[in-house]
Structures are given as structure tokens and as C-alpha cells.
């Protein structure tokens, strides 16, 4: 079975939610990366996403898009990623999903996408520019994979739009919490219960919600309505606040697992 | 027809957008079907188009060119005469009046040279919408006197910091807000690029520059020319001239920047040298690395200076129904020279590109064919970069 789907099957028994943490692959460098991921498994990330860095990406407010444009500095790519993943694997069980605007999977080349990625231990694809309208090819090279193709839902998806999300959803839906771009926020709507109850209504799929999630105490909030929290952002920030620092990794992993315990609380 | 129900063009064109923009599409593209329809709408732009932008905008046979060149006839379409002085106008005065329909009240815009921005300022103060336009802080500093204008126009000019600080950051900027500001804000694109419906609907607005010249070209000569030939940055002005003569026997040459060279990895020639892939929400010919990132494009005109290029153009190459070619920067300022001198016409240095390769292209034909040629926009506007290329103070 799928690593996304072990994990949510262990968190249901429990009654428990996901804490999915995000982080910029490459951010500020590879090897901080991948030592900051391990510390995010131990300290309650129940799911890593990785960010692969991309030139233009339209999804992304500043605090993502200034560490991508670091790791691309770094020249990452995926190749290096696949790389890192297959490091992390010795260590780490979690699922890792790779977040990744569509233009370098397909450079890439999607059969050979799904066959390396495959062979690094990722779990699942998340691509926030390839709307179910136009992921046929993506689907096609996944298909038999196991590896998941994690579909968005927003605000402003229509009713039609939820039940095709629905109908073909695999690992979790990521339902965006608001109309915009990624980054912590004060305020979130408050629609979110709503419309993740509304979502849940057509599927089985856990719905996971990310994009502005900025502390402890949205997070509760929202763990009490949905199967997960991204949380991104906010780790981006930490890292680029302590990097550098002697203690670098505790302090970011001390941030996550306040993030973490508010949304297994 | 192409595009197909979902703006495919075979492979090219589409939605690459996030899931937020997607209702936002489907609503713009039933609403732009609705009006296209719609006989109000059509007399409504048919009216502006007359009385406000100046339409239609003259075919003129550029008799001293023709002889200096020594081959085929060559007509201008006078685009650069058309009000605000290129032809972007002719989409704004479209989409706004399509935003004024869905009760749109604010207006944003992505602008490279200040072109486009000056013609969607242009179009929401006619309309009395809000205007704000993305703008990269290179181009605001290269482009200060269409800024002035777009502020004079009572528009907000929102400077871009991000990535190559030019038109692609300033499209990734306005695509941004959109996603934000959705329920309230249209997105007018300037060129035929981004997600459907935009590479048809604009397409269909620039249309009016091919209608018109066929109309006008049989009037004059009795018969369909035999090229047609336009500057190709996202391509707008040239799908506006070739799409009407799709199935005309006329052979449509896209003509774009190569900057300092093809070979200088510093040119916009998306698909002399593109390769397939997804930006700014459709697929098209792009200018990027091994690794699928997007390449930072170079040309002396600020309209051409961008690595994507809209996916009708993509499919046209891929079906060979026109052929692209490059000119450099070098080659534009030959062009711009040799309209000045021959007409007394000052083009902008984007159709520069394309008189250029005129030099090229009308000695080797008979003195009974004929070209025409778009003369997109007029050329006030790169006065000061021809001068500081010339090492003259103005």
C-alpha cells in the first residue's frame, strides 16, 4: 500500500489528523534540506512535501517563490531531488510528495518522471498548475505506479468541478483555504468548514487544507474540520530566519512540532 | 475549428492554471461565446472601433519602399495610426467592454514595453474601471514616458521586483493577483498567450486588422496578396493579420527577435529556438533549459522580449501553414532606418523587425506580387533607446 494511504489509514483509526509539512527542496541548500526534513518526520510531519524550485512560479506568494529562486541558484533540479529522496529513504519512512509546477515534469519527460521518481521512494505529485483538465498524460504515466496524483480543489471550484476531483481523487485532496497565492496569513476565511464539508460530502478522500496557515492556533482550527494542515510558509520563514545559527535544525524542528501537536491536539 | 471546447490547438494552447483561476475561465469563456453572438456586443465594439479607435486603420502602398527594395508591391497596415499608436487597443476596448458585461469594476494588466498597459489604461478610464498594471522595474526604467502615460490615464502602475524584473515576471505578478482578487478583477492579457479562452478571444479581437486589410486589398489590387509578414513577440498582431487568411492562398511569415544572435543565448526567437512546454497557462514553443526552467528572453524591443509566444503560432509552425524567422536587434535598427528614410514613417521597433526581413524577402519576388506587411505600432515611444544606441542626447 501507497505510504499516503498507510498514513491516513493509521491516523483514522486513531481519530487523528495529518500534519503535512512543506519545504522548498534545495532551500538553502540540499544537505540542510534533507536534514530538515528528517528532523520534520521526527518531530510529528506525518507527510513531507517537497517543493522542486521552478523559474516562474504563478502559485506562489514571496516567501516560497525567494527560496526557489535560492534552490535554483543551487542548480536543483530533480534529478538532484530524486537523489536526495533516495538518501532520505535509509532513514525515513514518511510519505514524500514533490510539489512541482508542471513545466519541469514534463521537460523531464513524464514516463521517466514516474520511473525515477518511483525508484527514489516518492508517494505522490502535486502540481499546482495542471487543473484535472489537463493532467490525462500525467494520469496516464502514473497509472500502475502507485504513486499518487494529489488533485487541488479551491474557493471557487464548482459543484460539477468537486464531483470530477472527487470521482478520481487518490491519496488526499488539497483544498486551498483561500483565493490566492501561498503564504501565511493573519485571517482565513471562513468558508473553509463549509467547503471542506461540502467536499466531503462527494468523496472518501481525505481533504487535507493548505495556503496561508501561519500559526498553532489556525492550525487547530482547522485539523477540527479537515483530514490534514499544509503548512509551508511558515517553515520557509523558519529556516531562512535560522540558518545559519548553531542550533539551526532544532529551531525549525521546534517550530514544526508546535505546528504539529496543534493539529494531532 | 481550433482552438477545440477546452482552447486545445492539437497539442498546443489549453489551461495550465491553478484549480482557483479554472471557474474563472469557464465563466469569461461562456460570457465572451455569449457576446460574440450577441448583436448589441458586436455593434457596441464595432462603434468603439470606428469612432474612438480611429477603424479602419489605412492599408497604404508604400510606393518609395517598394521601389527602393525593387520586387514585389508592399502595403503597410497602418496599425501605428490607430488610437494610443499601436495596435493593442483593438483587444482592450474588447475585454473591457466584455469585463463592463460580467460586472467587473477593476481592471489588471501585465505590460512590457507600456504599450498594452498604456491601452488597457486607456480603455478602463473610457470605461470608468479601476486599472492597475504590472510592470517590471527594468521596463518601468526603460519605458518612463509610457509609464507617465498609464499614470496620466489614472492608472495605478505596480512595480515588479521578482525573477528578470520584465514582462514574464510581470505576467507571473499579474496572474497572482487574479488569482487573489478573482470574484472582482478581469485580467486583460495583451497578447494571444495565456490560458483559453485568451489566445482566441484575442486573437478574434486582433482579427480586425486582417478582416480589414483583405477587404482593403482586394478593393486596391483585386485579388489576395501573396505574403503576409509580422513582427512575433506573444503574437498578437500577427495571428490578428494571418487568421482571416487561413484559408486564403497567402503565405503568412512570422518574423522574430534573434537579439544579439541566434546563437548569442541572448534572443527571443521562442519558436525558432523553443521547445514544447507550459507557461503562463497554456503549452507552447518556450525558451528554457534541460531542467524545464524558463529562460530570461533578450531583444531591443521590450515587446518582443518575452520566451513564450501564444499556441497558435505553435501550431501553425508544427502544420507549416507560416514560416518564422529571426532578425536581431542590429537588423531591427537597419529596418527602422529604412522606413523612416523611404516613407517618413517612424515604425516602433517590434514591426521593425519585420520591415527588416523585407529586404530579404520582396527583391526575389515579381513586381507583380504583392506583401503586406503590419505596421503594429508607430515608433515615439523607442525614440530614446534608437538614440542611445546612435550615442545622440535627446
Redesign the interface.
Given at each position: 500500500m501507497n505510504r499516503i494511504d498507510k498514513t491516513f489509514k493509521r491516523l483514522k483509526k486513531k481519530r487523528d489528523k495529518a500534519f503535512i509539512a512543506f519545504i522548498t527542496a534545495g532551500y538553502p541548500n540540499l544537505s540542510a534540506t534533507k536534514s530538515v526534513v528528517k528532523e520534520l518526520a521526527q518531530r510529528g510531519a506525518d507527510i513531507i512535501e517537497l517543493g522542486v524550485p521552478f523559474s516562474d512560479p504563478l502559485a506562489d506568494g514571496p516567501t516560497i517563490q525567494a527560496a526557489s529562486e535560492r534552490a535554483l541558484k543551487n542548480r536543483v533540479n530533480l534529478k538532484s531531488i530524486f537523489r536526495l529522496v533516495k538518501e532520505l529513504r535509509k532513514d525515513i519512512q514518511t510519505p514524500i510528495a514533490l510539489m512541482t509546477y508542471y513545466n519541469p515534469i514534463f521537460r523531464y519527460g513524464l514516463e521517466k518522471f514516474t520511473k525515477d521518481a518511483l525508484r527514489a521512494g516518492v508517494d505522490g505529485v502535486i502540481v499546482p498548475d495542471l487543473p484535472i483538465d489537463e493532467d490525462l498524460a500525467l494520469r496516464k504515466a502514473l497509472r500502475g505506479s502507485g504513486i499518487k496524483e494529489i488533485l487541488f480543489l479551491a474557493p471557487t471550484s464548482t459543484t460539477d468541478r468537486i464531483k470530477q476531483a472527487a470521482r478520481r481523487a487518490g491519496g488526499f485532496i488539497y483544498y486551498v483555504s483561500l483565493t490566492g497565492v501561498t503564504g501565511a496569513r493573519k485571517k482565513l476565511p471562513q468558508e473553509i468548514a463549509r467547503n471542506v464539508r461540502r467536499i466531503k460530502q462527494y468523496t472518501k478522500t481525505p481533504v487535507c487544507v493548505g495556503f496561508g496557515i501561519s500559526g498553532p492556533k489556525q492550525a487547530e482550527k482547522i485539523a477540527k474540520v479537515a483530514d490534514g494542515v499544509i503548512v509551508g510558509s511558515v517553515l520557509i520563514k523558519a529556516i531562512t530566519e535560522n540558518f545559519g545559527k548553531k542550533d539551526f535544525i532544532k529551531r525549525v524542528g521546534t517550530i514544526a512540532r508546535n505546528m504539529g501537536r496543534a493539529v494531532h491536539r | 475549428m481550433l482552438p477545440d471546447k477546452?482552447g486545445h490547438f492539437e497539442e498546443f494552447g489549453?489551461?495550465?492554471?491553478?484549480?482557483?483561476?479554472?471557474?474563472?475561465l469557464?465563466e469569461l469563456t461562456k460570457e465572451y461565446e455569449k457576446a460574440k453572438r450577441d448583436k448589441r456586443f458586436k455593434k457596441e465594439l464595432n462603434y468603439y472601433l470606428r469612432q474612438y479607435v480611429g477603424r479602419p486603420t489605412p492599408l497604404y502602398f508604400a510606393r518609395r519602399l517598394t521601389e527602393k527594395l525593387g520586387g514585389a508591391r508592399i502595403y503597410l497596415k497602418r496599425e501605428d495610426l490607430a488610437h494610443t499608436g499601436a495596435h493593442k487597443i483593438n483587444n482592450t476596448i474588447g475585454q473591457a467592454i466584455l469585463a463592463v458585461r460580467m460586472g467587473k469594476k477593476r481592471i489588471i494588466a501585465e505590460t512590457g514595453a507600456g504599450q498594452h498597459g498604456v491601452a488597457t489604461a486607456t480603455a478602463a478610464a473610457m470605461f470608468g474601471l479601476e486599472c492597475e498594471v504590472y510592470m517590471g522595474t527594468d521596463d518601468i526604467e526603460r519605458q518612463s514616458l509610457n509609464v507617465f502615460r498609464m499614470k496620466l490615464l489614472g492608472a495605478k502602475v505596480l512595480p515588479v521586483t521578482?525573477?528578470s524584473k520584465t514582462l514574464?515576471?510581470a505576467t507571473?505578478e499579474a496572474?497572482?493577483d487574479w488569482?487573489?482578487?478573482?470574484?472582482t478583477t478581469h485580467y486583460i492579457i495583451g497578447s494571444a498567450v495565456g490560458p483559453h479562452p485568451y489566445p482566441a478571444m484575442v486573437r478574434d479581437f486582433q482579427s480586425v486588422i486582417g478582416k480589414e486589410a483583405k477587404q482593403q486589398i482586394v478593393k486596391q489590387v483585386g485579388r489576395i496578396p501573396d505574403y503576409l509578414v509580422a513582427c512575433v513577440g506573444g503574437g498578437s498582431n500577427s495571428i490578428g493579420l494571418f487568421h482571416p487568411f487561413f484559408k486564403t492562398r497567402a503565405k503568412f511569415i512570422g518574423v522574430e527577435a534573434a537579439g544579439k544572435g541566434l546563437t548569442s543565448g541572448k534572443h527571443a526567437a521562442t519558436l525558432t529556438k523553443g521547445?514544447?512546454?507550459?507557461?503562463?497557462?497554456s503549452m507552447s514553443y518556450?525558451l528554457?533549459s534541460?531542467?524545464?526552467?524558463?529562460k530570461i528572453a533578450h531583444s531591443i524591443s521590450a515587446g518582443l522580449d518575452y520566451p513564450g509566444v501564444g499556441p497558435e503560432h505553435s501550431y501553425y509552425k508544427k502544420i507549416k501553414r507560416a514560416k518564422y524567422v529571426a532578425v536581431t536587434d542590429n537588423q531591427a535598427l537597419e529596418g527602422f532606418n529604412l522606413l523612416a528614410e523611404t516613407e517618413g514613417i517612424l515604425p516602433a521597433l517590434e514591426p521593425s523587425h519585420a520591415i527588416y526581413h523585407l529586404k530579404k524577402l520582396a527583391p526575389k519576388l515579381s513586381k507583380n506580387q504583392v506583401i503586406i506587411l503590419c505596421l503594429s505600432g508607430r515608433g515615439d515611444k523607442d525614440a530614446s533607446v534608437v538614440a542611445k544606441i546612435l550615442g545622440e542626447k535627446i
Open positions: - | 477546452k489549453g489551461r495550465y492554471v491553478p484549480e482557483t483561476l479554472m471557474s474563472a469557464e521578482s525573477g514574464k515576471d507571473n496572474i497572482r488569482v487573489t482578487n478573482v470574484c521547445r514544447l512546454g507550459s507557461l503562463h497557462g518556450l528554457q534541460a531542467d524545464g526552467q524558463i
